[in-house]
């Protein structure tokens, strides 16, 4: 059981560049969740799902898009990277509202 | 906004000390959970508090949910290298949206 994981594990983009970072669960969750964590700012949300195709905005959605066209799959794009994008981030995934949610090791991205 | 405080942010012990960290918020939560997070992988759930003035322990661990649910300690005992790692609380979304908040977190360092 692989539970959640993330793709890649660690990319440098440059400014301007678009990427597209995956998260997969294979818990048969309904929620999925799109975190940036930056020293001394703990997890902040950027989007979530409550279910395959749908999607909404968290505490700090500018700059990212979200996909979730299957249930198992979760996607974060940035289309015009820059540096304040620099962070690492956590995808999670539960099964109930405010249920444990399960994270998966996260993806570093630095942004020059 | 529904912000969780948590102190200290930062905290550095021998092994065999015991610590207190501490969650607190100014707004109600139906429910409080405690992750920890070991350098470069994601957050795991240790435990959740549901009741006012509930008491539950793990091990060394003792968690604690205020009676009137604005704040929440972890108490660990004869702290130990292992429990080394960055202590976050998370509560969700009161306004009945599908999300956690997360505190900033206290980063914990047992020395041998």
């Known amino acids: 059981n692989a539970g959640v994981t993330q793709t890649p594990k660690f990319r440098v983009l440059k400014t301007g560049q678009s990427m597209t970072l995956l998260c997969a669960q294979d818990m048969n969750h309904e929620y999925m969740y799109w975190y940036r964590q930056d020293p001394g700012m703990g997890l902040r949300l950027i989007h979530y799902?409550?279910?395959?195709?749908?999607?909404a905005k968290g505490e700090v959605p500018d700059g990212y898009n979200v996909s979730r066209l299957k249930k198992q799959n979760f996607l974060l794009g940035l289309e015009s990277a820059a540096p304040s994008q620099t962070s690492v981030y956590f995808c999670?995934?539960?099964?109930?509202?405010?249920?444990?949610?399960?994270f998966g090791p996260g993806t570093r991205l630095l942004v020059l | 906004t529904q912000l969780l405080e948590q102190s200290p942010q930062f905290l550095s012990i021998q092994e065999g000390e015991n610590l207190t960290v501490y969650c607190n918020s100014s707004?109600?939560?139906?429910?409080l959970q405690w992750y920890r997070q070991e350098p470069g992988e994601g957050p795991v759930l240790l435990v959740t508090?549901?009741?006012?003035?509930e008491v539950k322990k793990l091990k060394r661990l003792t968690f604690q949910f205020g009676d009137a649910r604005k704040d929440s300690s972890l108490h660990i005992t004869a702290a130990q290298p292992g429990d080394t790692g960055l202590y976050l609380c998370?509560?969700?979304?009161?306004?009945?949206?599908?999300?956690?908040?997360f505190g900033t977190g206290t980063r914990l360092t047992v020395i041998p």
């Open positions: 999670a995934s539960t099964l109930a509202r405010a249920g444990t949610q399960y």
């Open positions: 508090v549901v009741t006012g003035g």
């Open positions: 707004s109600v939560f139906s429910s």
């Open positions: 998370a509560g969700p979304d009161q306004t009945g949206a599908n999300n956690l908040f």
């Open positions: 799902s409550v279910g395959e195709g749908t999607t």
